[in-house]
């Protein structure tokens, strides 16, 4: 299978293949395996502590509403990479403990695969029209749409973003902001 010039997916020459999976699969450029990894070692190293970030001598209620607002600035500034493991604890959390939702995504990725490893061939010409990268992923999600319906994606993506909310606005509201940040916020007249 011969990848066409102007295909997001085809390797150049320049471009290592590397090994694993992510060598083997075909990935959208500027989508790879190194870039996830990369993205994802960058997010672990500016973790700050979990003891600290947990500790529950360092909760305490805001004074008033200048402080609350400086708090969470500052702890979403601060604490962003540890945000970020909670959002995708909780992402995972939902997928295992609805294991519909994993049948659904891999319905989507197969659905993509199937039909990009068919542009490959020829190309996917649709009302006259040929399809292009973006169309190619809005026809797997089309195909796709009735297995996430029967998982209810709609109502998993409404709860991870409700508790994501809840669990990282509460800490940054209450957690108190480390010695050298502590600063009065003054408001000026308007």
């Known amino acids: 299978m011969e990848a066409k010039p102007s295909d997001s997916f085809s390797v ?40 600290g970030f947990v500790d529950q001598r360092k909760f305490s209620k805001p004074r008033n509403f200048g402080e609350l607002c400086q708090r969470v ?26 294991p519909l939702l994993l049948v659904a995504l891999a319905v989507f990725v197969g659905a993509f695969y199937i039909i990009h490893l068919k542009s490959l061939e020829s190309k996917l010409v649709v009302f006259g029209r040929e399809l292009t ?37 509460s800490h940054a509201a209450f957690h108190e902001l480390e010695g050298a940040n502590i600063e009065e916020l003054t408001m000026e007249p308007v």
Request: a positive charge.
């Open 73 to 98: 600035v500052r702890n979403l500034d601060t604490y962003q990479s540890n945000y970020t493991f909670i959002f995708l604890g909780l992402i995972l959390y939902c997928i295992i403990s609805s």
């Open 12 to 51: 150049d020459a320049g471009e290592p293949t590397g090994g694993g999976l992510a060598g083997k699969l075909w990935f959208p450029r500027g989508l790879s395996g190194s870039v996830a990894k990369e993205w994802f070692e960058r997010r672990r190293l500016a973790i700050r502590p979990w003891a």
């Open 133 to 169: 990268g973006a169309h190619q992923m809005g026809l797997a999600g089309a195909v796709s749409l009735p297995v996430f319906w029967l998982a209810g994606a709609g109502t998993a993506v409404f709860w991870v973003l409700g508790a994501t909310l809840a669990v990282i606005g």
